[in-house]
């Protein structure tokens, strides 16, 4: 690990759109193999993003879309298990409960559910499959 300080800050994709590209193509697209294609997508000019930085270099990224729906949570492989991605998730709930929205949503992946659940997010619906992943629904109330 380093010894610069991690913290996240709250960005937008016109400014960052490098630094959070980096870290989603490295856990989505190469460790993954989620295709570019369905990893870049045209919501991420609508969202707020979240960048976790430990220095300057970018580790974890996330975004919630203008409806409430958190996702491409992410976080380079020797980061996780630091609370980089509970800072990240804590951030975005944040950011939408300033929105003013009642309820926010994500698609899990189903290895990261008792994740969630540790947020106070609770599975909805049957599993199903994204980009040939296997995901659950999840929601959680801002009231």
């Known amino acids: ?12 994709w016109p400014g960052d759109r490098e ?4 870290v989603r193509r490295a856990v989505f697209v190469e460790e993954q193999g989620v295709p570019v294609s369905i990893e870049l ?19 974890g990224t996330g975004r919630i879309t203008p409806t409430g729906k958190i996702g491409r949570l992410a976080v380079l492989p020797r980061w ?11 951030e975005l709930l944040r950011v ?6 009642a309820e926010v949503y994500l698609h899990a992946q189903v290895n990261a ?10 599975a909805s619906g049957p599993r199903f499959e994204e980009a040939g992943i296997a995901h659950r629904k999840m929601t959680r109330s801002l009231g």
């Open 113 to 122: 559910l008792g994740f969630y659940e540790g947020f106070g997010f609770r």
């Open 96 to 101: 939408a409960a300033e929105a003013g929205l």
């Open 41 to 59: 997508d045209d919501l991420d000019a609508v969202c707020r993003h979240v960048l976790a930085l430990a220095g300057e270099t970018p580790i």
């Open 19 to 22: 630094r959070l590209t980096a």
């Open 1 to 12: 690990m380093s010894d610069a300080p991690v913290r996240t800050i709250r960005t937008d």
């Open 80 to 90: 996780r298990g630091q609370g980089v991605g509970g800072a990240l998730l804590q």
